[in-house]
């Protein structure tokens, strides 16, 4: 099976040619699918979400072109994961780790903020940006293992040699920090 790289496969999207997507899978289709099934905990679901995702690539490529196209896909896969799972939400109340996730960042966050505005949008992906740049490396993986790839504080405390409670009280530290980082930058 020959080997292709980034630039292909989305030289293969600008073509419009279907083998783009066939390339996608077996380039990412494992780390697509580990991220969504990270998310969702249903097989069945991750497997739906890496479709869209491909289904989602196709349609944004072009006129996108990705610098870095397993980032790319990551975040499509990501973001349908999240609506997947905040539907679930919708339906069922407090059911999951996004849930939890998304209700402990809140706090970092204003609730009277437009989210829907882009450039505030874009503003406030800088500077998290920034402020995760600024972290300890261990402190910057926790943090995007809880709120990036929606680990549950147990699967974190086992890989990093710790209790629940220190994971709990490290991700609680950086929240503080992570608000007021964005007060500091006037984003809240």
Known sequence: ME????EEIIALYWKRDSNAIEATSRAYGTYCY???????KSPEDAEECVNDTWM??????PPQRPQRLRVFLAKITRNLAFDKSKSRCTQKRGGGEICLALEELGECVDAGADPES???AEE???SINGFLRGLPGRDRDIFLRRYFFVESTDDIATRYGMTRSAVLMALSRTRKKLKLYLKKEGLI
């Not at 989602?56 to 490529?61: P, Y």
Request: glycine content about 8%.
């Open 3 to 6: 080997v292709i790289t980034d």
């Open 34 to 40: 580990a991220i969504a099934n990270g998310i969702l």
């Open 56 to 61: 989602r690539a196709w349609n944004t490529i």
């Open 118 to 120: 882009e450039v505030m």
């Open 124 to 126: 406030l992906r800088g």
